[in-house]
């Protein structure tokens, strides 16, 4: 079965740096999210994109934050100048269609932040 | 605003027992669909139902069914003859059509820990 795959698994980065998280959505997936998920708490949604552009964003996603689809099969979370409290799980996901498809996850990427 | 709302923190169960997990959630949309995840220790996201506004039939996959009641903005889940490997934390989510990203609204997980 297809899977959405994020790169890298873990990822330790000293604070003020810049970090670009990773996604393979599943081939002939049209719309791409990233989540985020704090340790011990709830999922949280980032971003949503479709047609090479952002259709919806959350008050989270701030300047720090950008993403892009560089080509016809990546998908990238850029954090510029991380801070401590990005620390987290960052989820990708990706969907065939509109809400009525459920969004695959990939298994995420660790943030620790130093 | 959309909101999932899922009182239980956490849930022991010994196994073979059954155990509900709750939800509620409030949207103004007229459309929309509801998903339960399943996180498990490892950390992945593992999607396990989705239904519609339009359809309120209960459904059941093996062990598992699912209750959605409109009338109270409940989308419940219900394992039956629990199983150790059925320790995770349960997500439930709402995702509005009218929305622009069809983001997915989460509540924040029940954990079940199934003991032996």
């Known amino acids: 079965e297809p899977e959405v795959t994020q790169t890298p698994s873990h990822q330790v980065t000293q604070m003020g740096q810049e970090v670009i998280l990773r996604c393979v959505p599943i081939?002939?997936?049209?719309?791409f999210y990233w989540y985020r998920q704090i340790l011990g708490q709830k999922v949280e949604f980032l971003v949503s994109f479709y047609n090479n552009e952002i259709s919806e964003k959350s008050e989270i996603f701030d300047d720090q934050f950008s993403v892009e689809r560089p080509d016809g099969s990546n998908f990238t979370l850029k954090i510029r100048s991380t801070k401590l409290e990005d620390s987290a799980m960052y989820f990708c996901a990706s969907t065939q269609g509109r809400s009525n498809q459920p969004q695959h996850f990939g298994d995420g990427t660790r943030l620790s932040i130093l | 605003a959309q909101k999932v709302t899922q009182a239980q923190t956490e849930i022991s169960v010994v196994e073979k027992e059954d155990v509900t997990l709750d939800c509620v959630y409030e949207?103004?949309?007229?459309?929309?669909?509801l998903f339960w995840y399943k996180q498990p220790p490892s950390g992945e996201l593992v999607f396990l139902i989705r239904r519609n506004s339009f359809d309120e039939q209960n459904e059941i996959s093996g062990r598992y069914s699912w209750n959605f009641q409109k009338s109270t903005s409940s989308f419940n889940f219900t394992i039956t003859a629990s199983q150790v490997v059925d320790s995770a934390v349960y997500f439930c989510a709402l995702s509005e059509a009218s929305g622009g990203g069809n983001k997915l609204t989460f509540g924040t997980g029940t954990q079940l820990k199934v003991e032996l």
């Open positions: 081939s002939n997936h049209l719309y």
């Open positions: 949207t103004r949309d007229t459309t929309y669909y």
